[in-house]
């Protein structure tokens, strides 16, 4: 099974014990994450972007700080704009936040229900579900030679025909490359790569 299918299936997991939806960030680093996934309300999701709660959510706040489990409900950090009141007016009533990975690469995920608390049981799941994502999402910590050429030609704004003639390589080859690159930095195309590349580091 390639990884893209496994990341696929631990989202749908994840999705099956979050009644209301989930908010997924993976692997922040420099204030962005690698990937990020949400299925909460879109009329939340839009309401929450419009008034930029991200820098004012207490959630995230606490998956920023620490790393393990806790419900909402159990959130000890300040709330003065009523984000989780107003979350629970969407149907975001009852939820829990994971938060994972060192400061430099962490993950935060918030899963949220109407009905209930999370029970022990849910809360494990949502755990276990949030770190294995961690793990396959693991951005890498270098590209090769080759691979970084290829995005720097790229960069540069030459084509593939060019930029193959310029490395003196085929064409097959350097699009080898630049697929090999897209690849390692989960990027469904050869600018996302080049943003991701430039974002951790990497070139």
């Known amino acids: ?3 893209n299918q ?4 631990l989202l749908s997991e994840l999705g099956g014990v979050a009644p209301a939806g989930y908010f997924l960030a993976l692997h922040i680093r420099f204030a962005a994450p690698l990937m990020m996934f949400q299925t909460y ?6 309401h ?13 706040a606490w998956g920023i ?13 300040p709330d003065p704009f009523g984000i989780m009141a107003e979350a629970a007016s969407f149907g975001l009533v009852y939820g829990v936040c ?11 995920a918030g899963v949220a229900r109407g009905d209930r608390e999370f029970n022990e049981e849910e809360m494990s799941a949502v755990t276990g579900c949030v770190l294995r994502l961690h793990h396959e999402t693991q951005p890498p910590d ?9 995005l720097l030609v790229i960069a540069s704004g030459d ?45």
């Open 6 to 9: 496994i990341i696929d299936d």
């Open 41 to 46: 309300n879109p009329a939340w999701t839009d």
């Open 65 to 77: 700080s620490r790393s393990g489990a806790t419900r909402w409900s159990d959130i000890d950090l």
């Open 98 to 108: 994971v938060s994972c990975g060192p400061m430099t690469s962490r993950t935060v």
């Open 142 to 150: 270098h590209l090769t030679k080759a691979e970084k050429q290829a």
């Open 48 to 60: 929450y972007t419009r008034n930029a709660y991200a820098l004012r959510d207490p959630m995230v």
């Open 159 to 203: 084509r593939y025909a060019a930029g193959a003639a310029r490395l003196g390589i085929s064409e097959s080859a350097f699009k080898a490359r630049l697929s090999a690159a897209r690849r390692k930095l989960f990027a469904r195309t050869t600018a996302e790569a080049l943003q991701r590349a430039k974002d951790y580091r990497l070139i």
């Open 1 to 3: 099974m390639g990884r």
